[in-house]
């Protein structure tokens, strides 16, 4: 079973990177994604999204993290792909499932799901332009209002040379509520060969065995599940029972930047009050905390909080 870590623009950046490949169980993160409309972007746009480039494109605990692009050119896809390549990136993903509207409005993300030339033209031309031993993978939903194209989205993306899919079992008009279809996987799975990941509402090692079971794939992406339980991916392999609130706690000091960058560092209480919104749908702790630093704008006032609550386990 490989089991891959799901982009999430604004929230799983490099640092949440570093700390849930740590807890580990992962096989492999892929970027936020990097919006291409009609240029070649700078190296440097590549190394603010991933900084892990510096560092063969790994995490600190050895993970490798793939550059995700999203736009609707397959040129300057293609071009920016090979960018992402020639940086370390171990391939290049392409998102077809961002529901954005402003994204959407200038086709981008899940509004080319409604055009399935378009995909298999984007996927070729950069499948063309990265090297062979380099794998173009993909993502998707089910569809945009519905879901008719899915098989044929799918299909055409394989057609076109992607090694890998990942389907958010969803349309773009589901959004994020529940369920997810991971019948629909397996729907697919019946006319193509790609190795499909399934994604979408897996929150505990039980969702991972049902999704498994109705998608029929082994290999799973997690988002949100995650960011609410950060050793998710150990409880689906069944090597850990879920962590305990102290050693998340102490999660949260890590994130804050407080142990990377010192008592004068940079800090992101915005972020740690964003990521609580997640904890709290396993961890009743999170409430409360949230509650407790929710006005509180000095990162070291919010470290002082979780320091009183983590278990002084540290991170390896
Ligand atoms: C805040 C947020 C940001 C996201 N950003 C991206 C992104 O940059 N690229 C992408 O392909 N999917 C993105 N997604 C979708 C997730 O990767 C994933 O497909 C979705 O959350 C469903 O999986 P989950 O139920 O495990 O969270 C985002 C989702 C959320 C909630």
């Not at 998102?95 to 378009?118: D, H, M, R």
Request: glycine share 8%; hydrophobic share 40%.
């Amino acid at each position: 079973m490989r089991i891959l870590l799901a982009p999430m623009e604004g929230v799983v950046d490099h640092l949440m990177r570093d700390m849930l490949t740590r807890v580990g169980g992962f096989d492999l993160c892929v970027t936020e994604f990097i919006r291409v409309v009609d240029q070649k972007l700078p190296k440097r746009t590549f190394y603010k999204l991933c900084p892990e480039l510096h560092h063969g494109s790994k995490t600190p605990a050895g993970v490798p993290v793939r550059v995700q692009l999203l736009g609707q050119h397959p040129q300057w896809l293609a071009e920016n792909a090979q960018t992402a390549v020639e940086l370390g990136s171990p391939g290049v993903d392409l998102n077809f499932g961002c529901p954005a509207k402003t994204v959407n409005k200038s086709k981008g993300g899940a509004v080319l799901l409604k055009e399935t030339e378009t995909l298999y033209n984007i996927v070729k031309t950069v499948r063309e332009a990265v090297p062979v031993d380099q794998p173009v993978t993909a993502k998707i939903r089910l569809g945009f209002e519905d879901k008719t194209l899915a098989v044929d989205n799918a299909v055409a993306i394989s057609e076109a040379g992607a090694s890998q899919l990942v389907v958010h079992a969803r349309t773009k008009t589901e959004g994020y509520k529940p369920p997810a279809y991971w019948d629909w996987i397996a729907k697919i799975r019946q006319h193509t060969d790609i190795p499909l990941v399934a994604n979408g509402e897996i929150w505990t090692a039980d969702d991972a065995r049902n999704c498994q079971q109705q998608s029929t794939c082994t290999d799973l992406m997690l988002g949100r599940g995650a960011l609410a339980l950060p050793n998710l991916a150990q409880t689906i392999r069944g090597v850990e029972n879920p962590m305990p609130w102290e050693q998340v706690a102490s999660l949260l000091i890590r994130y804050s930047g407080y142990e990377i960058y010192g008592d004068k560092g940079r800090y992101y209480p915005n972020r740690i009050k964003q990521w609580c919104g997640y904890l709290k749908r396993q961890y009743g702790q999170a409430e409360v905390l949230f509650n407790d630093i929710r006005r509180m704008q000095n990162a070291d006032d919010i470290v002082a909080v979780l320091k009183r609550q983590s278990s002084h386990v540290k991170v390896a």
